[in-house]
T-cell receptor, first 115, second 112 residues
Framework: NAGVMQNPRHLVRRRGQEARLRCSPM?????VYWYRQLPEEGLKFMVY????????ESGMPKERFSAEFPKEGPSILRIQQVVRGDSAAYFC?????????????FGPGTRLTVT | DAKTTQPTSMDCAEGRAANLPCNHS???????VYWYRQIHSQGPQYIIH???NNETNEMASLIITEDRKSSTLILPHATLRDTAVYYC?????????????FGTGTRLQVTL
């Protein structure tokens, strides 16, 4: 059973470009979460999605960041007009859902570097 | 969600049991205790969770005190690969809120 997959593993963008991070949850999981880890800091929740719905986006910056989890395909975290402060590791997690929301399985992360 | 307190760091000799404490004195009746770890540069890894009974799985054991104000994660035979930051998180399993709030955790160093 494949785990959570994220791609790319490393992404370099220049300031002002767009970054697209992809996450495929574990088979049978329909709940996806995105977390961000800034250098030398702890993990911070960004957004929680179910298929075609955003459930909780309380951790998402108000501008430039968006997330989706379409009916078909991976979840996408999109960062428009990246700035140096967006450089971080972005982790995606998935969970089985009802009664097991907090049993989250994380991917290897995408390391975004903004130059 | 109850606040948890963990030591900043601990050392453990390889092959010995690693006992990682967590204090959650304000935990409420419907809150579970979850443990995760993050090995350097990797995504966090779910370890175990419990409500009031002791739990064991292939990775670890979780001992929760009778008053539920504290717990201990036990890695029975620590190896160098268990070197990581361990997070204790107290959460209610009801409703649909499901974000994990990671504190500073305990940095476990397993040594030869």
């Amino acid at each position: 059973n494949a785990g959570v997959m994220q791609n790319p593993r490393h992404l370099v963008r220049r300031r002002g470009q767009e970054a697209r991070l992809r996450c495929s949850p574990m088979k049978g999981h329909s709940h996806v979460y995105w977390y961000r880890q800034l250098p030398e800091e702890g993990l911070k929740f960004m957004v929680y999605l179910q298929k075609e719905n955003i459930i909780d986006e309380s951790g998402m910056p108000k501008e430039r960041f968006s997330a989706e989890f379409p009916k078909e395909g991976p979840s996408i975290l999109r960062i428009q007009q990246v700035v140096r402060g967006d450089s971080a590791a972005y982790f995606c997690a998935s969970s089985p859902g009802t009664g097991r929301f907090y049993e989250q399985y994380f991917g290897p992360g995408t390391r975004l570097t903004v130059t | 969600d109850a606040k948890t307190t963990q030591p900043t760091s601990m050392d453990c000799a390889e092959g010995r049991a690693a006992n990682l404490p967590c204090n959650h004195s304000t935990i409420s009746g419907n809150e579970y205790v979850y443990w995760y770890r993050q090995i350097h540069s990797q995504g966090p890894q779910y370890i175990i969770h419990g409500l009031k009974n002791n739990e064991t799985n292939e990775m670890a054991s979780l001992i929760i005190t009778e008053d539920r104000k504290s717990s201990t994660l036990i890695l029975p035979h620590a190896t160098l690969r268990d070197t990581a930051v361990y997070y204790c998180i107290s959460l209610s399993n009801t409703g649909t809120a499901s974000k994990l709030t990671f504190g500073t955790g305990t940095r476990l160093q397993v040594t030869l």
